[in-house]
């Protein structure tokens, strides 16, 4: 099993900036794809961004790639995504996920086995 906590997130204006950090525990996740997914009020979750745990290759979705930035910290076990440009249309609870290796894209919600309790971020124009 593996246990995640996300944090991190808050209010901000349009054009800041939130780093949401995902903590794992639990067996490791050395060879795992980890990722962050939102969800808006009355929307469908949607995939923001992955990072396979081993080798550090990233993948985002249209609508935030040059303004968000997915990372992790190997040792310390810890996921972070750094936003900044916030837009008013970012507002969701975001959850980071973790999954172990697979052959279903990293977009797919179904492929990720563990999720977080979720944070919500708030943009104000």
């Known amino acids: 099993q593996v246990q995640l906590v996300e944090s991190g997130g808050g209010s901000v204006q349009a054009g800041g900036s939130l780093r949401l950090f995902c903590a794992a525990s639990?067996?490791?996740?050395?060879?795992?794809?980890t990722g962050w997914f939102r969800q808006a009020p009355g929307k469908e979750r949607e995939f923001v961004a992955a990072?396979?745990?081993?080798?550090?290759?990233?993948y985002y979705a249209d609508s935030v790639k040059g303004r968000f930035t997915i990372s992790r910290d190997n040792a310390k076990n810890i996921m972070y995504l750094q936003m900044n440009g916030l837009k008013p249309e970012d507002t969701a609870v975001y959850y980071c996920?973790?999954?172990?290796?697979?052959?279903?894209?990293?977009?797919?919600?179904?492929?990720?086995?563990?999720w977080g309790q979720g944070t919500q971020v708030t943009v104000s124009s």
């Open positions: 996920a973790a999954g172990p290796p697979s052959s279903y894209g990293y977009s797919l919600s179904g492929s990720y086995a563990y």
């Open positions: 990072i396979r745990w081993r080798g550090g290759s990233t």
């Open positions: 639990g067996r490791t996740i050395s060879n795992y794809r």
